[in-house]
């Protein structure tokens, strides 16, 4: 019970600091930021084929950023772009927590076969409360309906919402803890799947709290720089993905 309460609790704390940065938000004058639809083709035509779906929040829309070229799933495709030609699909919405990619993004991700599915998703869960056995069951759930139509699947993690700037320093501590929560949910459902790989995104957490360039004008989504970080943190993962499919 008492590892219940504390993640109760920690929820709790997590659903306050998101209101009291909201308000933070309207008392300071922060921007606030629509995404964009980072579907796209990269590579030469004359390359072999490889189709990328993308499922998951506003970590793959790129809010606040000047062109979607930007966003780290189009650099991803971009580099992979050198050695196929990649035909790219997002799916992604922002303010999506994994109940949201279940129900909304997985029916059209499976109306047609993938390479590949990249799902980066969890921090809204995490921000809004979503006990961490549920957000595990509907990950899972995620991974499991992707399966039979897609050859393999990268899970983003989800990193130290600690370092998010817009949280009030009181509660940077619960945050941080819900997401490493999260990451490590992560990893738990790439266990024991062969065909599932997850990115090491808390290797790159330290970056986040140092350096503010890393985000954007609105305190909270990750700035350009931001997201060549997560291009970067991605690509060996991804590249072992493919290299599961031995391409």
């Known amino acids: 019970m008492r590892p219940m309460r504390r993640t109760l609790r920690a929820a709790g704390l997590i659903a306050l600091a998101w ?20 579907s796209g083709v990269f590579g030469d035509a004359g390359l072999a084929e490889l ?12 809010p606040g950023l000047e062109r979607p070229q930007d966003v780290w799933i189009q650099r991803i495709g971009r580099e992979l772009g050198q050695r196929f030609h990649v ?44 006990p961490i056995a549920s957000f595990h069951r ?17 899970l983003s993690g989800v990193g130290d919402m600690g370092s998010i700037p817009r949280l009030p320093l009181l509660l940077r501590w619960p ?10 949910t992560h990893a738990r459902v790439a266990e024991n799947r062969p065909n599932v790989f997850k990115v090491p995104l808390w290797n790159f957490a ?13 305190l909270f989504h990750a700035s350009s720089r931001g997201h060549a970080l997560f291009a970067e943190a991605a690509l060996p993962t991804i590249t072992e993905a493919l290299e599961y499919l031995g391409r």
Not at 138 to 154: G, R, Y
Request: charged share 20%; glycine share 8%; net charge negative.
């Open 19 to 38: 209101s009291m940065g909201t308000a933070y938000t309207r008392w300071h004058s922060l921007p606030s930021f629509q995404g964009s639809d980072a």
């Open 51 to 62: 189709s990328i779906v993308v499922l998951g929040d506003s970590s793959c829309t790129g």
């Open 87 to 130: 035909t790219l699909d997002s799916f992604a919405i922002g303010g999506s927590k994994t109940r949201d990619v279940l129900t909304d993004q997985v029916p059209k991700a499976i109306e047609r076969r993938y390479d590949l599915a990249i799902v980066s998703v969890g921090g809204n869960d995490m921000l809004f409360g979503v």
């Open 138 to 154: 509907q990950l899972a759930s995620i991974v499991d309906a992707l399966t039979p139509s897609t050859e393999a699947i990268v």
């Open 175 to 184: 945050a941080h803890a819900r997401g490493r929560a999260a990451d490590r």
């Open 206 to 218: 330290e970056a986040f709290h140092k350096d503010l360039t890393l985000w954007s004008p609105d």
